[in-house]
């Protein structure tokens, strides 16, 4: 269910909605800047911590990668299925253009970390740029780009088939992230655990708002940028700590305490974006 939600299902709802959408009413550049900044703030604090962690809580390298994971990388199934479900084509769009601008980033710096800190072998950047070509998001939102920026018209048939598949993409990504969760790994919470919720839950949300309302953002945009920075981190980093010698095990609970804390910091946080820009 999960790879025929990420090479299928997901490209073609992105793929239907950047190629349709009209970019030009979008506030593109300031949500560049806020996206970049929190990911910058984030990151930097993180490396920031990363002394006081091992010094006071004796957190190691390949600890404190999964930490830096669960913090700077986020759920694009998550945060997907929430702005289709409450701004439809325009929050759809709007997360596709920040996943451009974000998985590249994310990708790149949390190989980079794993390799410092965990000894694990980074990829050469002839594969880690293979890679990142061959993500179906990217090309998703490349290709709707193109089609956007040409003029080009989506056949009906073609479109009415992206928008059937697209349908199915949020209650499948729902029931995967669902599926995934190990609650027996809550028993107990420690430094490292409670560091990335602070971290990502409660903090996150707040600098990509502040950037938001600094910047003058729309309620919609700046909704789905603090969104984006709401959502628990991709189930991806799992993968990456494995193969790259983090500590698999603790991003495994890192991301289901985040997942299960996001029930309520997610709406939480909605909230008060309605409350000071709605």
């Known amino acids: 269910m999960e790879d025929l939600a990420y090479w299928v299902l997901f490209p073609a709802i992105i793929l239907i909605n950047v190629g349709t959408s009209d970019f030009s009413a979008m506030p593109v ?24 962690l091992k010094q006071k809580f004796e ?10 994971q669960g913090v700077v990388r986020w759920n694009g199934f998550v945060a997907m299925a929430i702005a289709a479900n409450s701004f439809g084509d325009e929050g759809v769009a709007l997360v596709a253009v920040i996943m451009a601008i974000m998985i590249p980033a994310a990708n790149l710096l949390c190989v980079l970390i794993l390799s410092i800190y965990a000894g694990g072998s980074a990829p050469s950047p002839k594969l880690l740029a293979r890679e990142l070509i061959k993500n179906p998001f990217i090309i998703s939102v490349a290709a709707g ?5 040409s003029g080009g018209q989506i056949p009906e048939v073609i479109a009415n088939y992206l928008t059937f598949l697209g349908s199915a993409a949020l209650p499948i990504a729902v029931l995967c992230v669902g599926a995934a969760l190990d609650l027996g790994a809550l028993r107990r919470p420690g430094p490292a655990l409670t560091s990335a919720l602070l971290l990502r839950n409660v903090l996150a949300p707040g600098i990509a708002l502040s950037f938001a309302l600094t910047l003058g953002l729309d309620e919609i945009s700046a909704t789905i940028v603090t969104l984006v920075f709401s959502v628990p981190a991709a189930g991806a980093s799992y993968v990456l700590a494995k193969k790259m010698g983090g500590d698999a095990k603790l991003m495994a609970e890192i991301l289901t305490l985040q997942t299960v804390a996001a029930a309520i910091t997610i709406p939480a946080w909605l909230l008060v974006v309605a409350y000071l820009i709605g």
């Open 145 to 149: 780009g193109l089609i956007n920026a």
């Open 59 to 68: 957190i190691s390298g390949p600890r404190f990668t999964s930490i830096f």
């Open 29 to 52: 550049i300031e949500i560049t800047i806020s996206v970049l900044g929190t990911f910058s703030i984030l990151a930097v604090l993180c490396l920031v911590l990363q002394p006081v």
